[in-house]
């Protein structure tokens, strides 16, 4: 009884590996926005990003990254704008459009980013993207806006902010490359 419960684990194993398909890219964002006193803000992130493919609808995956500047959100926490930042953000994905040449998909997941100042930012949800599969091993990939709740806080300050909504703002927005193994 033993062996055959083992034979059947072992053999899913190999199932979910045969239709399991890896990918690595990533993504970099550039957002510029203006600030109460007229002056211009420029923030940009590298994002290299890894994910699994477990069938053809999910997959997990995760972006580890670096920035630097801060989102028009993070004004009012004292957050400079040449303030380098280090972003971690795992992620399940459901791909619920599936065609020849583009893929529509949400993540939810995590996303945590640590600023080099003593900000830490905390946001849990659902991000919206499309993949357009250019050929068999690449997609140009875009993921834009944020639904979920977002915590901010300064260890300096002793501020703790926390809200609910969505965002579909330039500092939501990234494209990327993805290479299909």
């Known amino acids: 009884k033993m062996k055959k419960i083992l034979m059947t684990m072992v053999a899913a194993v190999i199932a979910v590996s045969a239709s ?24 940009f992130k590298l994002l290299p990003e890894i994910g699994y493919g477990i069938n053809g609808n999910w997959a997990v995956g995760t972006v580890i990254g670096w920035g630097k500047g801060n989102p028009v959100s993070l004004e009012d926490v004292s957050v400079n704008s040449d303030e380098t930042y280090f972003k971690l953000s795992p992620y399940v994905r459901y791909t619920f459009v599936h065609s020849k040449f583009v893929n529509v998909f949400v993540d939810g997941g995590v996303d945590y980013q640590h600023y080099k100042g003593g900000v830490n930012n905390l946001e849990v949800g659902l991000t919206p993207g499309v993949a357009v599969n250019l050929n068999r091993h690449f997609s140009f990939v875009t993921k834009v806006g944020f639904l979920g709740w977002k915590n901010t806080k300064n260890s300096d300050s002793g501020l703790d902010t926390q809200a609910w909504g969505a965002s579909f703002d330039n500092n939501h927005l990234t494209f990327g490359l993805y290479y299909n193994f």
């Open 20 to 43: 399991a398909q890896v990918y690595l890219g990533g993504s970099i964002g550039v957002g510029v926005s203006k600030v109460k006193n007229g002056e211009e803000k420029t923030t």
